[in-house]
Every structure is written in structure tokens, then in C-alpha cells.
């Protein structure tokens, strides 16, 4: 599974708002790619939606989710993450967010 860029830059947002996106992957590799689960790293990041059924290979899928900044603090580099669970080895892919959380 391949990202566009190895961590996802969001912000700045401002401490207390609630603002959605998208990323966006390819299945770099040979198999078919399916999401069984996503979790938010911290209570601050929500999963909301993404691609049901195999991603096949060289195929883009998409994952949807929330960032609600009140459950963050106020930080350039805050961090967090998404936790993608699918048929891949290692069970999980940890995919690195981080925001820029402003007054």
C-alpha cells in the first residue's frame, strides 16, 4: 500500500474545529488490498469512510475521516495517526498525520 507523501500535513486548524479529509493510497503491491477496520490514533481523529471490497493492484482507494481540534491542543506538529487494519503481513499500517492546531 502506497501513500502519496509518508505523513499527512492538516492545518492549520483552528483549537475547537472539526474539519474532514481524504486520503488517498494505491496498492503498490501484488495481491488485492481490502480494509477490514480503521481506528484513530487519539479520540481527535474519526474514521468515516473508505474503499469497501479488494483494491486491486495499482488501484486507488480512499479513506475519509474527521479531525475534531477541541479533543487535540493547540500545536504546530500535533500528532496522530489512523490505524488500517486489512490482508496485509504485518495485520496493521500505522499511517502518520499531523496538524497544525492554532488559537
Known sequence: MG???PIMKIGPVKFG???EYTLEFTNTG???FKIFHLEGGCICTEPLDWSRGAIK???KGF???RFD???AKV???YASSLNIYGNVPDDMIIYDIEANVVK
Do not use: H, L, M, R
Request: hydrophobic share 30%; aromatic share 10%; no cysteine.
Open 57 to 59: 493492484p495499482g488501484q
Open 17 to 19: 474545529e472539526i474539519e
Open 75 to 77: 500545536d504546530p506538529a
Open 69 to 71: 481540534s477541541s479533543q
Open 63 to 65: 479513506i475519509k475521516f
Open 30 to 32: 501484488k495481491n488485492d
Open 3 to 5: 501513500f502519496d507523501a
